[in-house]
């Protein structure tokens, strides 16, 4: 099995619902706290589309570094395929494209390339030394696209990224879909209290806080300080910390005041099964965090212990979903 960026959560993976029924007495007295986003020092970096425009290069400088990376993109793709179905050469050119995008200010001047005006100054964000690095590390080292970029494209929202935490997969998007299904039905649920579980970029928390009504909360967890400095970074800039809380610590530990009180529950855990890891596409592989990845033995360790904090945490009638993959071979 050959696991890769683009396709490891893809097709063979599915979010599963489960409703919770196993109580009898609804319980919604409580009292949402504010603890502070993150216990940690880490710092989350800012992605390069959001970097002042400090730097300048000439449109001659510009177009040499990009024939380079241009070149170097076209002769290696089918290597990468080839080896672990890694990038082709067509995706490496339109994360170059992209690249490009991020690091100039002003997009109209782009097709003035190698066109006219070699002398003229374009305003960037980087230097051109460091698209230099940037793309030797995403040629050379493998380094996600996301990472270089310092973000994701995912549903609506640009995420930041960075290494340390997972980079959302569009299928995980489907559970925000089943939640936003679940709520329009459900005034109870839509007012509650929610939990992500290994919150990582705080994509799922994100995604759901801006579908539960003005009185829904979302308790967001992850033992990982790296994904917690981020998850709070995203949360900040779409102007959601009211909505969601930020908590550091394992699984349901940190959320230990909502016990019996959730109204819903979701959580994209590691679930790939450890004799897998080592199968993954370099860009997985080598960079993503093994604890963001690692379900153990059968890759059910996390999702055991979640469903059984699950049937504790959620209040009668309360939403769990999450995604798991099944193993195709
Ligand atoms: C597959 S990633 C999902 C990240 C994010 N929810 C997403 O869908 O993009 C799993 C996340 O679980 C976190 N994690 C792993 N073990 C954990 C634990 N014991 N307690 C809390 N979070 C944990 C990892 O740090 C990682 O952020």
Request: aromatic fraction near 8%.
């Amino acid at each position: 099995m050959k696991l890769s960026l683009s396709s490891v959560y893809r097709s063979s993976n599915f979010p599963a619902i489960l409703k919770s029924s196993a109580f009898s007495i609804p319980c919604r007295s409580f009292c949402f706290s504010s603890l502070s986003s993150s216990q940690t020092s880490v710092k989350a970096q800012i992605p390069l589309f959001l970097r002042p425009a400090r730097c300048s290069a000439t449109l001659h400088d510009l177009k040499k570094w990009h024939d380079w990376a241009k070149n170097l993109a076209s002769s290696i793709g089918l290597t990468f395929e080839q080896s672990d179905n890694g990038p082709d050469s067509s995706l490496l050119c339109r994360e170059l494209k992209w690249l490009l995008e991020d690091a100039v200010e002003d997009h109209t001047l782009l097709p003035l390339m190698g066109v006219q005006n070699d002398d003229k100054r374009v305003t960037m964000r980087a230097e051109v030394d460091e698209l230099y690095n940037l793309w030797n590390q995403r040629i050379h080292e493998r380094r996600p696209f996301q990472y270089i970029v310092g973000c994701e494209h995912w549903r609506d929202l640009v995420l930041s990224v960075q290494e340390g935490i997972l980079i959302p997969r569009p299928e995980t998007g489907h559970i925000v879909d089943l939640v936003s299904d679940v709520v329009s039905k459900d005034d109870e649920l839509k007012v509650g209290v929610w939990a992500d579980l290994g919150t990582g970029s705080g994509a799922l928390a994100i995604g759901i806080s801006r579908i539960l009504g003005t009185e829904g909360r979302v308790i967001a967890t992850d033992l990982n300080p790296v994904a917690v400095a981020v998850a709070a970074y995203n949360v900040k800039r779409y102007g959601l910390k009211e909505i969601i809380e930020i908590r550091e610590g394992s699984w349901f530990e940190p959320a230990k005041d909502v016990e019996g009180k959730l109204s819903g529950l979701v959580s994209n855990p590691p679930y790939i099964p450890s004799k897998d890891i080592s199968g993954l596409q370099a860009e997985v592989g080598r960079h993503e965090p093994r604890v963001a990845l690692d379900g153990g033995v059968n890759g059910m360790d996390a999702l055991l212990h979640l469903c059984d904090g699950a049937a504790l945490f959620l209040k009668p009638g309360g939403f769990f979903a999450f995604e798991y993959q099944v193993s195709v071979r």
